[in-house]
């Protein structure tokens, strides 16, 4: 069965941190491009991080470059987003995505929150 989990939102207090984990089952993990989404109340689902499948390229949007790291385990079929020097206009869902290059193939997670105040 295909799933994307993701785990690890909470409340975070401005200038914490966290770390997002996505469990991924159902796929050959190792040909899909891994993504983290966000999405605040009221906005668009907005790009945050992605890595791609074979030499694990990273690329960040320019509101969290230098505070993100994403990264994959293979082995553990997980995707993990670390975030540090969290900013309230971080707050939103955070929702993991797999896609197959030069296919069609893309599916989601259900979402974890993150929520930064004081």
């Known amino acids: 069965q295909l799933q994307l989990v993701e785990s690890g939102g909470g409340l975070v207090q401005p200038g914490g941190s966290l770390k997002l984990s996505c469990v991924v089952d159902g796929l050959t993990f190792i040909r899909y491009t891994f993504s983290w989404y966000r999405q605040a109340p009221g906005l668009e689902r907005e790009l945050v991080a992605s890595i791609t499948n074979g030499d694990s390229t990273t690329q960040y949007s320019d509101a969290v470059k230098g505070r993100a790291t994403i990264s994959r385990d293979n082995g553990m079929r997980t995707v993990y987003l670390q975030m540090t020097n969290l900013k309230p206009e971080d707050t939103a869902v955070y929702y993991c995505?797999?896609?197959?290059?030069?296919?069609?193939?893309?599916?989601w997670g259900q979402g974890t929150q993150v929520t930064v105040s004081s």
């Open positions: 995505n797999a896609h197959r290059p030069q296919t069609v193939f893309t599916y």
